[in-house]
Structure formats: structure tokens, C-alpha cells
């Protein structure tokens, strides 16, 4: 199976834009702990609050290249094009 770069970016985007709830063009801490949260609630279990916040922080300090406090389309299509194809 060959490995569309062009295709692997746009698959990339809709998930940014899925986190990118007010389409900022930035993913924030937030904005993870948010989908976290519907995550476990879906799943029927009570997270713990503070474990979700310091995992979405690590998440961000991971993926944020130039170390603003939030994530570009470019630093999440760069991370995760690490992993693709």
C-alpha cells in the first residue's frame, strides 16, 4: 500500500479541526480536556481531573515546536506526520 502524503495532510487536518472546536487555527489545552472528558463520559468513567490536565499538558509541551502554549496545524501535521505512512 503507497502512502499518499497529500491525502495522509487532509486526513491530519479533519482531526485538527475536530479538536479546533472555535476554529482558532491553534489546538489548546482546553479544548483537549474537553474531548478527554466526552471520552470518558462516553465510555461511562469518571476520569480524574488533574491526571487529564497533566496529560493534555504534557501533549502540548510535546507537540508545541515553538513553545506558545497551544498547537499550529503545522506542529500537528509535523508530529504526526512522524508516525504516518
Known amino acids: 500500500m503507497s502512502c499518499n502524503k497529500a491525502d495522509t495532510e487532509k486526513e491530519i487536518k479533519a482531526c485538527f479541526d475536530l479538536v479546533d ?3 482558532s487555527g491553534f489546538i489548546e489545552c482546553g479544548q483537549v480536556e474537553q474531548i478527554l472528558l466526552q471520552y470518558y463520559q462516553s465510555k461511562g468513567k469518571k476520569p480524574d481531573p488533574a491526571k487529564i490536565k497533566s496529560e493534555v499538558a504534557a501533549f502540548v509541551k ?4 515553538n513553545k506558545d502554549g497551544k498547537v499550529s496545524l503545522k506542529e500537528f501535521t509535523d508530529f504526526v506526520m512522524q508516525f504516518a505512512c
Do not use: A, E, Y
Open 21 to 23: 472546536k472555535d476554529k
Open 62 to 65: 510535546d507537540l508545541d515546536s
